[in-house]
């Protein structure tokens, strides 16, 4: 490459080049934003001025407790300003954030915690419990732990640590003057993704995705400045999909819940006027099924963002009425979340109500902030033709995709292979390039939005004495999206009843990952005796 | 430092680091929105599939016309879609674009040229006079030249060329695989800017700031999708702000004008349906005193973004009464433009009107992409009190700060001394952290939204035979913001008249640079002999 007179004498410096974080967000709106309402909890309240005080405070009380750059920092906190305020204190002292599942069981806590090599665990004391267990099952050093009490809605909650966390930050500096990442390729968070393997996989995700991310939720739900931000989405998933960071550049308002209640949501959505929230199918369908006297007549069309899986067309009919207007996103944690919009031409709202619906429901094209998409033969690494009909992978390209998986180079290098980061989903594409999903070669189910993976449950199916073959595929449902559905060969000779097999189940997996169907039949092979999943799919329609 | 666990195997790749640059924001636009409307130019019309094919055809003919990476090509053009596409294929051929200001005087012009070492010159017909007399001034290789001929507007302009833009494009292929740059840091743009010194210093912009500038005007200028942007700013200010990347992102029209007419302005305002315009106060002062027959009722708020100069009480209060919302930033072309906004707060729609403009008269606060933003004095590199009284040097710091000049280490590194780029304004840091400018320590008069250089226009006047000495400052001018104001001291003996001295510099200097008023008078200087302007300032208050 030969040089220009452009490359000479025109160094970066500190004056002309920065690290791209959403740190830098906080700043400025604690900054510009200083007396505007960022936080509602319940009767709480924080302005910017406190928020940012608060995480200022945080980073220098783990800077204090010895945490370094680099060191893991655990949260298994519900909603609440702990956690938002754990999105920003945490990396502020050049941590690394890793949020928990608090729907997990405690094997796979324990597991995180040593993979990560947790130093500190902030702990929502309604989770003592959990946490206790899985420190009882760790192999490494036990981390230190701070109790978070929510006391207007946890007062009660069991103790583990020495020092609760207001007491905590009381300690920090509030004008704590924090760094920048050293670089903006750092890691800001780890979530852990349940694969195709037993053991989760730790994705790390770095501070220029971060800041990318959280800019690509304002563009791309066309925030304008204050919007009000209801938490039904937990922030452990994809790190709330990158709002906690995405709220500061508007200088919005986080309206925190601690669990998705119909009455808790409606009450929010009228008392605060909130613009915009997020979430998987169920969190429409606890909105929509709420009783008639617990819904309120909205003030505005108010923006609803899903993912997990493409709404059904009369739960689009039913938002549109009650005054929402849905946007289907599709993403993993390996791409932060939404790296894939449906992006709504207005044209399409002249089809009919179904023809809406199956618009709605392609997942579509890439997100501002993600440089390309596309679906690809994953042999031959060629795109597969735009005709709505060819299966292919989909696959991602940019900077919001993941660092690669943590201590795990071998699976990094797999994701990425031939430059592209294989999603493990399959799809179309349609003429117009936006993407369809087809299925996922991964046999992930997806229930509730919460990821299952059929391995693990087929793995603790395997482990009962009666158990010959087992076959995990997801059965269609109303409610959760989706339920695990469980195919079983028993050994000849021996039995077992379907209730025992829930039994079985509920002692090694999270409640949820518990099938919800039990059938006893002859697994269907193929000539090589892989078993074929997609009957076993067409059989637990039937069930 | 310290590695962890998280700076092991998790390098960057393809898959997860692309540079950033607002050539994707095309790329996407060209997919996404294909049939969508991207340019409207009188009674053109082209969707963003004809504006991403034509600019990959400009980017491919480039290429074959023997263009590389890192080489310069200039346009002196107006505000059309060839300026548009410039502002993509120049770049998407690895090339960087030089707009020039179709004001200047042809010295200035072959100055740039020379110093760009320009290897190709994109011109308008209309301008076909001055770049011919500009090319008779250059000292190096004459470049390749392209005419442009808008049909519509400028059919008779004189060709210099031997081939048309159309037939120059026509010969590219709309498929062109376009390559991103090698980097982020790579330089996209170069704009000179008149300085303090006679010869004007080339500022390189790069692809990281102008995608982030990009974003910084949509998320600034809260616009929704598809946006109508109208061109009453030139394209050759600091790339149009950012504009003709921003508008991408958000798949928005550009209704694109030769000249800012009030007629035609209200014309696009209520045919297109304008939602966001940007231009100096003279473009306000334009619309406003359109007769009331060109005058319509506009079908919504229009925003309109004003920099240059602080819009005035009046003027404030009729762009409301006519419908518009305006909005006031400030910059420089080391900046990107529009670096600081006066970030509303609508509890301040409260006050009366004249607090009202005093609050819309401060600068204000860094734009989201602007790392930080401060005053300092520049001795001690210390930030002065937030007391809205002690003078400061505006200070900037981010990655929408300029790689720097070309070609000029020594002013790159005056400029980034100490970390942070010196602006050469003088402002006060109010109690609230806005930012409000008292006076330009580089005497630039701006006016019309373009920079005078006071001592430009000084050096023309000292080589007047009967001037001794010269001083020239700003006097406030109702229609143009700021005019040129001269005062001189003639040598003992000798004598002219205001007239002769207006014509002596209307042979040396652009049009818009000659000075208004002539005042003959004393200089007052300070005892070591320096000439005191503020003093200047004052008499010419009377003039």
């Known amino acids: 490459m030969s040089t220009s007179i452009f490359d000479r004498d025109l160094p970066k410096t500190q004056a002309n080049y920065q690290p791209l974080t959403p740190l830098s967000f906080l ?8 007396e505007h309402t960022a936080i509602i909890h319940g009767s709480q309240r924080f302005t910017y001025r406190e928020f940012y005080g608060r995480c200022r405070r945080l980073a220098a009380a783990l800077a204090k407790a010895g945490i370094r750059r680099g060191d893991t920092v655990s949260a298994l906190l519900a909603n609440t300003p702990a956690m938002l305020e754990a999105h920003y204190g945490v990396p502020m002292a050049g941590a690394v954030l890793n949020t928990l599942n608090t729907r997990l069981d405690a094997a796979v806590i324990a597991f995180s915690l040593d993979h990560a090599e947790t130093r500190l665990v902030l702990i929502d004391t309604e989770f003592s419990g959990l946490l206790k267990e899985a420190l009882g099952l760790m192999k490494g050093p036990r981390p230190v732990i701070i109790d978070y009490v929510d006391r207007e809605f946890v007062p009660d909650g069991k103790r583990l640590g020495s020092i609760d966390y207001e007491s905590f930050i009381a300690n920090g500096d509030p004008d704590f003057a924090w760094a920048m990442p050293d670089d903006e390729w750092d890691a800001i968070s780890l979530n852990y993704t349940s694969g195709t393997t037993g053991n989760p996989k730790g994705v790390v995700c770095h501070h220029r995705g971060a800041y990318l991310v959280a800019q690509g939720n304002v563009l791309t739900q066309q925030m304008r400045k204050h919007p009000v931000y209801l938490w039904t989405l937990p922030m452990f998933h994809c790190n709330g999909w990158g709002y906690p960071w995405s709220i500061s550049i508007m200088g919005g308002t986080h309206v925190t819940l601690r669990a998705v209640r119909a009455k808790a949501i409606w009450q929010a959505l009228a008392e605060h006027k909130v613009t915009h929230l997020c ?5 429409m369908a606890t909105i ?11 003030p505005h069309v108010v923006e609803f963002t899903t993912a997990a899986a493409p709404p059904p067309e009369i739960v689009l009919a039913r938002m549109a009425e009650a005054g929402f207007n849905v946007t289907h996103v599709y993403g993993l944690t390996e791409t932060y979340g939404p790296a894939v919009v449906n992006d709504w031409d207005a044209d399409w709202d002249r089809l009919d109500i179904s023809a809406r619906a199956a618009k709605k429901a392609r997942q579509g094209v890439n997100y501002i902030p993600l440089e390309a998409l596309t679906v690809m033969n994953p042999e031959t690494m060629e795109r597969v033709p735009a005709d709505g009909k060819t299966l292919g992978e989909v696959m991602f390209r940019g900077n919001i995709v993941m660092k690669g998986y943590l201590k795990n180079r071998q699976a990094s290098e797999e994701a990425f292979k031939g430059g592209w980061f294989h999603s493990g989903d399959l799809a179309v594409l349609h003429e117009d390039g936006y993407v369809q999903l087809k299925d996922r070669s ?4 997806i229930s509730g939005g919460e990821n299952i993976s059929s391995i693990e449950v087929e793995e603790v199916l395997y482990k009962h004495p009666a158990v010959q073959g087992a076959a995990v595929v997801a059965k269609a449902d109303e409610k959760w999206g989706e339920t695990p559905c469980a195919f079983i060969e028993l050994k000849p000779g021996m039995s077992a009843t379907a209730d025992e097999i829930v039994e079985w189940c509920r002692k090694g997996l999270a409640r949820f990952k518990v099938p919800k169907h039990v059938v006893f039949a002859e697994l269907p092979k193929t000539s090589t005796g892989k078993i074929q999943k997609f009957k076993l799919r067409e059989m637990a329609k039937e069930v």
Chains 1, 2 share one sequence.
Do not use: H, M
């Open 442 to 445: 991964k046999d992930i189910i």
């Open 27 to 34: 700043a400025r709106a604690g900054a510009v934003y200083a």
């Open 279 to 283: 979430g998987a199918p169920i969190v």
């Open 288 to 298: 929509l099924n709420a009783p008639e006297g617990e819904k309120t007549k909205l």
